[in-house]
Every structure is written in structure tokens, then in C-alpha cells.
């Protein structure tokens, strides 16, 4: 099976690489990655990205944390039973205290876990296309293409103010 092809279109300028961004989105082209030396404000909504799922992993993570020290507290104090002055065997309030730190630990645990895991981290090795200038002051974008649309996404990517375009393959080989 031949390697997967695409282009790489270098920038010099951020609203250059923002503006073919937004027309390789209206052309219908499928964008794969965006190299940025700096962070870019807008760069969400240009590549009009999904919101990330993590969110929801950290929801799974602090309701399972809050039963699980709920559950924790309770086991314990129906297993050694400690009454003193006439207060009830499941008295809630001091159950808060466990069900709030297994909360946050869980919490935490499976945004770090799930962010990993989303992330494909860690990468041993750089993306195929990557170039050493994008970490000083280059801008570019990967663009997944055939060979019959090639020349104009080319085009399109010339037009918008890209110094480089060049052909990239990506290998699919495993990292290490």
C-alpha cells in the first residue's frame, strides 16, 4: 500500500496561515494538523474543531470519586461501628469531607489519564511533515489531498500567502 500523500504549506505571517485556513475549510478540504511556533487566538474557530471529551471523562472521574468515598466512609463505619451520644450508624455529614477528596482525586486522575490517552502522548517521534522552523517563526498546514486535487489545493494555499508548498507523505510506521 503506498504511503498517504498531502501538502505542507509554510507561512510566515499567522493571518496568512489563518485566512487558507478558512479557505481550505470552505473548499471542503480536510485539514490534518496546524504547526504554530506561538499559541493562536482563533485557531479553534477556524479549524471549527470539536470541543475535546476530556470534560466528560472528568465528570465520570469526580461522580465516581463521590460515590466511591461515600461508599468508602460508610463501608467502614458499618464494618467498626463507633456510636457515641446517641448520633445515627450513617450520619451523612462527615461522609462530605471523604466523598469531596475522592471527588477531586478521581477528578483529576482521569482528566490527567484521559488527556494522555486522547492526546496519543506521548509521541516518540514527530509528525512526518513537521520542520524544524515551525518552533522559531514559521506557520504551516498539513493538508490531507489526492492526486487529482492536488493542484488545487496548491493553488489555494499560494494564493493565501504560503512562502513553501511542498508534498509530505505521512508513514505509517510505529512510533520508536
Known sequence: MEPKRGLLGMFSHADALLAAISRLKESGVGIRTVFSPVPLHGIQEAL????SPVRYCTLMGGILGLVSGFSLAAYS?????????????????????????????????????????????????????????FS???FGVWVDCGEAERGQISKILEDSGAEEVREVRLAFSAPG
Open 77 to 133: 463505619n458499618l464494618k467498626w461501628e463507633f456510636i457515641t451520644g446517641g448520633k445515627p450508624v450513617l450520619a451523612w455529614v462527615p461522609f462530605v469531607v471523604v466523598g469531596f477528596e475522592f471527588t477531586i482525586l478521581l477528578g483529576v486522575l482521569f482528566t490527567v489519564f484521559s488527556m494522555a490517552i486522547i492526546s496519543r502522548l506521548p509521541r516518540f517521534r514527530l509528525p512526518s511533515a513537521y520542520d524544524p522552523r
Open 48 to 51: 471549527k474543531t470539536r470541543p
Open 136 to 138: 522559531v517563526d514559521k
